[in-house]
């Protein structure tokens, strides 16, 4: 009797501890996350009539300014009705065109140098008398100084301003059919034919800030690199052949600090950068691909990724978390000197390879028989031909300004492979029937409308990769049932929606710069959710694996309870088997 009740009351203790204590243990935490938010992202993306997960709208303001210079003249087109009319009707169209995702903003302004203190006779003079490269830095003074002073928005990206100037000294310079894009967030012309000419320019210059916020929907540009908020920039310096007592070296770091840190400041603004550089020798590469023609050596295009893809291991040995892009200075064999890709319509001495970076050929030998065919043709006496020797030596060391021309390639290809489109490849410099003038264009620094257009397409990008990697998230929870959420996990999801909301919240007021800020947070948040690590592991541990770890910690209670169990029921039916036969 006494080894029963010890039974029951063991079977007792395992029923209301043990057991609800294994059950918990191998029950899977799932911390608790905004899904329902989430799954709004889902059903617009599983939706056949909007697949667009961005559904804010730009709202860029544009301002007409006209600017009288002539002091007998007192015309003022602002107060004209049917000017205005004929704008809005123009701004009209372009927001219907646009399916509503841009919405102008117009305001007219009036300046005139005899009545309005706002600008004296020397800003006046200057307009007058000046080119206009650098009528571009005076209109950008007057927008700072004088406009802008009402309103402390103006001058960031979304505020845009087409400046009409009036004078007769502009007619008698031949000044029409002009329009004229500068450096900053501003374009002007001349006033020649009065409405017409207005409501013409007022075309381009919309049709321009539209081609800012939709660069990627007109620019055919093939996808190089992924973009990322983190890159790390690997220069190399790839030697094929050099003498052991002479081998080439450069000086990088006075290239870093005159080519790419101007431009790489800039760009801060967008993304985290790292600089590196290293210098390889003897390569391996397949240098079977390089063949003669015309005793020179040339490259086919189709080949250009196959030349150092063998060596391509080599260029990086040790794990990086940012976007790495390689650019490799190629020094070839003297053998294969000098270099060049074989196309029909340029020689050319750099190239781009996709996913990987870019490459630029030197040709040091080249470079040596210009420099002795230079000094040659001088003529040197004794002490000249010392100087060229030292001249020569330090050919070994790259110093500046020998890469010159290599380095600016790299900065061009820094553009291309980030996406940075060049105002000159807007449509609007090669339609026949408009006369747009660029009067900017410098490798080293980008021009504000460049950067806006570079902020507008990176935003929309971190947007809807944000929500989609969320949507991505979601989908693995809802899948892997045995999936730990852990809290952290759920954290990184509530920041990536409280930026996604952020960043649509500041789009409304036209604050593009806290948007884009927000906007990238909302991308490294929702990507540290999605490449969580335990993720992973949890897509290889199911249900059954659980029971194989458990069970080694209850099985032997539970084997001792079923032999307890059994026994007893044993001892029970023999005694009633004896009371029977009593």
């Given at each position: 009797?006494?080894?029963?009740?010890?039974?029951?009351?063991?079977?007792?203790?395992?029923?209301?501890?043990?057991?609800?204590?294994?059950?918990?243990?191998?029950?899977?935490?799932?911390?608790?996350?905004?899904?329902?938010?989430?799954?709004?992202?889902?059903?617009?993306?599983?939706?056949?009539?909007?697949?667009?997960?961005?559904?804010?709208?730009?709202?860029?303001?544009?301002?007409?300014?006209?600017?009288?210079?002539?002091?007998?003249?007192?015309?003022?087109?602002?107060?004209?009705?049917?000017?205005?009319?004929?704008?809005?009707?123009?701004?009209?169209?372009?927001?219907?065109?646009?399916?509503?995702?841009?919405?102008?903003?117009?305001?007219?302004?009036?300046?005139?140098?005899?009545?309005?203190?706002?600008?004296?006779?020397?800003?006046?003079?200057?307009?007058?008398?000046?080119?206009?490269?650098?009528?571009?830095?005076?209109?950008?003074?007057?927008?700072?100084?004088?406009?802008?002073?009402?309103?402390?928005?103006?001058?960031?990206?979304?505020?845009?301003?087409?400046?009409?100037?009036?004078?007769?000294?502009?007619?008698?310079?031949?000044?029409?059919?002009?329009?004229?894009?500068?450096?900053?967030?501003?374009?002007?012309?001349?006033?020649?034919?009065?409405?017409?000419?207005?409501?013409?320019?007022?075309?381009?210059?919309?049709?321009?800030?539209?081609?800012?916020?939709?660069?990627?929907?007109?620019?055919?540009?093939?996808?190089?690199?992924?973009?990322?908020?983190?890159?790390?920039?690997?220069?190399?310096?790839?030697?094929?052949?050099?003498?052991?007592?002479?081998?080439?070296?450069?000086?990088?770091?006075?290239?870093?600090?005159?080519?790419?840190?101007?431009?790489?400041?800039?760009?801060?603004?967008?993304?985290?950068?790292?600089?590196?550089?290293?210098?390889?020798?003897?390569?391996?590469?397949?240098?079977?691909?390089?063949y003669k023609k015309n005793e020179k050596s040339l490259i086919h295009p189709n080949h250009l990724s196959q030349l150092f893809k063998p060596g391509e291991w080599t260029l990086e040995?040790?794990?990086?978390?940012?976007?790495?892009?390689?650019?490799?200075?190629?020094?070839?064999?003297?053998?294969?000197?000098?270099?060049?890709?074989?196309?029909?319509?340029?020689?050319?001495?750099?190239?781009?390879?996709?996913?990987?970076?870019?490459?630029?050929?030197?040709?040091?030998?080249?470079?040596?028989?210009?420099?002795?065919?230079?000094?040659?043709?001088?003529?040197?006496?004794?002490?000249?031909?010392?100087?060229?020797?030292?001249?020569?030596?330090?050919?070994?060391?790259?110093?500046?300004?020998?890469?010159?021309?290599?380095?600016?390639?790299?900065?061009?290809?820094?553009?291309?492979?980030?996406?940075?489109?060049?105002?000159?490849?807007?449509?609007?410099?090669?339609?026949?029937?408009?006369?747009?003038?660029?009067?900017?264009?410098?490798?080293?620094?980008?021009?504000?409308?460049?950067?806006?257009?570079?902020?507008?397409?990176?935003?929309?990008?971190?947007?809807?990769?944000?929500?989609?990697?969320?949507?991505?998230?979601?989908?693995?929870?809802?899948?892997?049932?045995?999936?730990?959420?852990?809290?952290?996990?759920?954290?990184?999801?509530?920041?990536?929606?409280?930026?996604?909301?952020?960043?649509?919240?500041?789009?409304?007021?036209?604050?593009?710069?806290?948007?884009?800020?927000?906007?990238?947070?909302?991308?490294?948040?929702?990507?540290?959710?999605?490449?969580?690590?335990?993720?992973?592991?949890?897509?290889?541990?199911?249900?059954?694996?659980?029971?194989?770890?458990?069970?080694?910690?209850?099985?032997?209670?539970?084997?001792?309870?079923?032999?307890?169990?059994?026994?007893?029921?044993?001892?029970?039916?023999?005694?009633?088997?004896?009371?029977?036969?009593?």
């Amino acid at each position: 009797m006494r080894k029963r009740l010890i039974a029951i009351i063991l079977i007792c203790i395992s029923a209301i501890l043990v057991f609800p204590i294994a059950w918990k243990m191998m029950e899977i935490y799932r911390a608790s996350f905004p899904n329902s938010e989430i799954k709004k992202f889902k059903e617009i993306l599983n939706s056949t009539s909007n697949s667009n997960l961005n559904q804010f709208i730009w709202n860029p303001k544009i301002r007409l300014i006209f600017l009288n210079l002539e002091k007998n003249n007192n015309w003022n087109p602002t107060t004209n009705e049917a000017l205005k009319t004929e704008v809005m009707n123009i701004i009209d169209q372009k927001h219907l065109k646009n399916e509503s995702k841009i919405k102008y903003e117009l305001s007219f302004h009036y300046l005139d140098s005899k009545t309005d203190s706002k600008l004296d006779s020397k800003i006046t003079e200057e307009l007058l008398n000046n080119k206009d490269e650098n009528i571009d830095d005076i209109l950008n003074d007057i927008t700072k100084n004088y406009i802008d002073s009402e309103n402390n928005n103006s001058s960031f990206p979304g505020v845009y301003t087409l400046y009409i100037l009036n004078s007769k000294s502009f007619n008698s310079n031949s000044k029409t059919d002009f329009f004229a894009i500068g450096k900053y967030r501003h374009c002007w012309f001349y006033l020649t034919k009065d409405i017409p000419q207005i409501i013409s320019n007022t075309k381009i210059f919309i049709q321009m800030i539209e081609l800012i916020f939709a660069t990627d929907k007109f620019m055919d540009i093939p996808n190089y690199i992924k973009k990322s908020t983190n890159y790390h920039l690997l220069f190399t310096l790839l030697v094929q052949n050099t003498e052991k007592e002479q081998q080439i070296k450069w000086d990088f770091a006075q290239y870093k600090r005159l080519y790419f840190e101007p431009i790489l400041d800039v760009l801060s603004n967008f993304a985290d950068f790292s600089i590196e550089s290293q210098i390889k020798y003897y390569p391996k590469i397949a240098s079977n691909l390089i063949y003669k023609k015309n005793e020179k050596s040339l490259i086919h295009p189709n080949h250009l990724s196959q030349l150092f893809k063998p060596g391509e291991w080599t260029l990086e040995t040790f794990e990086k978390n940012e976007t790495i892009i390689s650019f490799l200075l190629y020094i070839p064999d003297k053998g294969d000197q000098p270099l060049s890709i074989d196309t029909k319509e340029k020689v050319d001495t750099s190239y781009i390879i996709p996913g990987f970076g870019g490459v630029v050929f030197y040709n040091s030998e080249n470079e040596l028989n210009e420099l002795n065919q230079k000094n040659e043709e001088n003529q040197l006496n004794q002490e000249n031909q010392l100087n060229q020797e030292n001249q020569l030596n330090q050919l070994n060391l790259l110093q500046y300004p020998l890469l010159h021309n290599q380095m600016n390639l790299f900065i061009q290809q820094i553009r291309i492979l980030l996406g940075l489109v060049s105002l000159e490849n807007f449509p609007l410099f090669h339609s026949s029937n408009q006369q747009a003038f660029l009067f900017y264009k410098d490798d080293l620094t980008f021009s504000q409308l460049e950067l806006d257009s570079f902020l507008y397409s990176r935003l929309e990008y971190n947007m809807v990769t944000a929500k989609e990697s969320l949507v991505s998230f979601s989908n693995v929870v809802d899948e892997v049932k045995n999936m730990i959420v852990s809290d952290e996990m759920t954290s990184f999801v509530k920041n990536s929606l409280e930026s996604i909301f952020q960043c649509e919240n500041q789009i409304k007021f036209g604050n593009y710069f806290q948007a884009y800020n927000h906007s990238k947070n909302a991308l490294r948040q929702s990507e540290k959710a999605l490449f969580y690590p335990s993720i992973l592991s949890s897509l290889y541990f199911s249900n059954e694996n659980q029971w194989a770890i458990y069970a080694s910690y209850f099985l032997p209670v539970v084997f001792m309870l079923f032999r307890i169990v059994r026994s007893q029921y044993k001892i029970y039916h023999q005694k009633k088997n004896s009371n029977q036969s009593n």
